[in-house]
């Protein structure tokens, strides 16, 4: 699987937690993992461990497993980053870990964009998991059309970032082709470095997710709206058998 650069490269990374510090979306993960009674999780997709760190907090046996290399580095060195196992790979390269729990947050499932990948990715996820084990995961409902909001002028900011200085970054649109969606966000750093990062978002309809989790070897349990994005977004709670 490509990696992201605002992913993948080293100066990105090491910036990516700075840059988006208000993460409300994970609570109600953190929920669903207390309410279940998790006692080990895989997070797929971790990136530099916000989730997998959070949940080690609570006592939970944590696997974060992630293609990218400089993130997986960001989450290792971080406090407590020695107690969560990482794996820099995909979710399908994973021996068994008879999890309670595994999840994609944010962008993970939207990201991986390639059917054949995501089928790998829930078989993964399913194998990992022990019978009766919890896969959640979330996607943009493509109703809402969220894409249409990624301008420079909607999303340009400016972030002091500690030991670095301002960073500057911004999104811009570059292809929709329904259901895939192509993004750039650019990143102007104080040293006068102008980095780019292209991502593609598939956008899977409900029924689609429910027909790719049921080929998967999954029962569906529930689907749910985000709390913190009403109407936009779509959480998936799938068991497997």
């Excluded at 995501?118 to 959640?136: H, I, K």
């Excluded at 999303?155 to 329904?178: D, F, I, K, S, Y």
């Amino acid at each position: 699987m490509t990696v992201d650069e605002c992913y993948g490269h080293p100066r990105l990374a090491s910036v990516y937690d700075p840059l988006d510090p208000d993460r409300p979306d994970l609570d109600a993960y953190l929920e669903l993992a207390r309410e279940r009674g998790a006692r080990r999780a895989l997070d797929i997709g971790c990136g530099t461990g916000v989730f997998a760190l959070l949940l080690a907090g609570l006592g939970i046996e944590v696997v974060g497993v992630d293609p990218a290399a400089a993130s997986i580095e960001v989450a290792r060195a971080k406090p407590g980053g020695e107690a969560v196992r990482w794996i820099c790979g995909q979710a399908d390269e994973l021996p068994p870990l008879d999890a309670d729990l595994a999840t994609m947050t944010a962008n993970v499932a939207q990201a991986i964009a390639d059917p054949d990948a995501w089928r790998r990715t829930l078989r993964g996820a399913r194998q990992a998991l022990r019978p009766g084990g919890l896969l959640v995961f979330e996607t943009r409902d493509p109703a809402a059309r969220g894409w249409e909001e990624w301008t420079r002028e909607r999303t340009h900011r400016v972030t002091q970032v500690p030991g670095v200085g301002p960073v500057e970054r911004w999104t811009e649109l570059v292809a929709v082709e329904e259901p895939l969606v192509t993004f750039r966000q650019t990143y102007v750093f104080a040293d006068g470095q102008v980095l780019t990062s292209d991502s593609t978002l598939r956008f899977r309809s409900r029924a689609e997710v429910e027909r790719d989790l049921a080929e998967g070897g999954f029962a569906l349990e529930e689907v749910r709206g985000a709390p913190d994005r009403p109407g936009r977004e779509l959480v998936f709670l799938a068991r497997r058998p």
